[in-house]
């Protein structure tokens, strides 16, 4: 809990290798100290990561210590993966799933699944588990990259709440006001599920700038001058990102928001920079 209260969470992918193995428990470690409510680990869609995700799940809920929930995306993987995944995680204890379409790594060709949308995936869960899981699914206040607009893709985000999500995370973005423009829009249609903000510390201008293209989050024209004119001077670039990232989080906890959820990227110190300036 920060020192408002609001609950965090932290996010991670599944390490290759033993020796990231071990680095992502040290640094989960660390970041239990913050007392998040749940830790996340993400899914390479397809299945590519299906033995990674339950590997790494499985250790941090039971050696670290923190409720873990695996991500499972339903683009690449049959009914019967599902089944036997959901099956496997219930009977370990897994009581939370972030359930996704997900993206195909390029060179995997087109969609093999047999579940086309995040909302099948919620509503397949429900069939097969009831209740058992607390399902948090995705939410894009900026719109999906492949949504025709806005609107379409705010109806596609109110069918995954009427399946039955319970909670929301949001991609990253930069500009509260998206964020509270969707939640709005949310509200208006009458859902009420929580949408928590993603956030994504800023550690990097160029992986920033690759990801941002890829998943349609804006780099407003100021964030990106700035971090350009660093160049190689990563600590500028790191306290100037650690600023912007932490009055970003103050304006959205300011604003309502019911959570936060760090994209951590399996590191520990520049989310734990921008919990220090929320806790003053
Ligand atoms: P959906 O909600 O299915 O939406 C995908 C697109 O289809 C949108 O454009 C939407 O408007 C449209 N759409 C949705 N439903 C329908 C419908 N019924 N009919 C017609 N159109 C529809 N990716 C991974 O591969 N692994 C991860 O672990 C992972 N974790 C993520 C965690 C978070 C918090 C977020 C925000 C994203 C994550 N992603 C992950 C990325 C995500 O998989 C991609 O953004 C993907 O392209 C969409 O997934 P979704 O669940 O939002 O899909």
């Not at 990561?49 to 695996?70: C, F, K, M, S």
């Not at 397949?124 to 009831?130: H, M």
């Not at 293209?213 to 001058?225: H, M, N, S, T, V």
């Not at 906890?253 to 920079?273: C, D, K, M, S």
Request: glycine share 8%.
């Amino acid at each position: 809990m920060t020192n408002r209260n609001i609950p965090i969470n932290f996010e991670f992918f599944p390490p290759k290798t033993e020796a990231g193995q071990a680095k992502l428990v040290a640094v989960a470690n660390v970041l239990a100290d913050e007392q998040p409510e749940f830790f996340s680990v993400t899914y390479g869609a397809g299945g590519s990561t299906r033995d990674g995700t339950r590997r790494t799940v499985l250790q941090l809920n039971n050696e670290v210590g923190v409720p873990a929930a695996p991500h499972l995306s339903c683009v690449g993987d049959s009914r019967e993966d599902l089944r036997t995944l959901l099956n496997d995680y219930r009977a370990q204890g897994i009581q939370r799933i972030v359930a996704l379409r997900g993206d195909l790594p390029s060179g995997m060709g087109h969609a093999s699944g047999e579940l086309r949308y995040a909302n099948e995936l919620v509503e397949f869960i429900r069939a097969e588990t009831g209740d058992h899981f607390k399902l948090e699914v995705a939410a894009y206040p900026e719109s999906h990259p492949q949504a025709p607009n806005f609107e379409t893709d705010l109806k596609n985000f109110i069918r995954k709440a009427q399946a039955g999500a319970d909670s929301a995370i949001t991609q990253y973005f930069f500009n509260a006001d998206c964020y509270f423009h969707f939640v709005d829009r949310v509200r208006q249609a009458g859902v009420d599920i929580p949408i928590i903000p993603g956030i994504m510390p800023i550690t990097n201008y160029s992986k920033l700038a690759r990801f941002s293209d890829a998943c349609g989050a804006e780099i407003p024209r100021w964030i990106r001058k700035q971090l350009e004119a660093y160049g190689d001077d990563s600590d500028s670039i790191k306290a100037f990102g650690t600023e912007v990232i932490s009055q970003l989080c103050e304006r959205l906890i300011e604003g309502g928001a019911p959570g936060l959820h760090f994209y951590t990227l399996n590191q520990a110190e520049p989310t734990v920079a921008v919990l220090r300036n929320l806790r003053g």
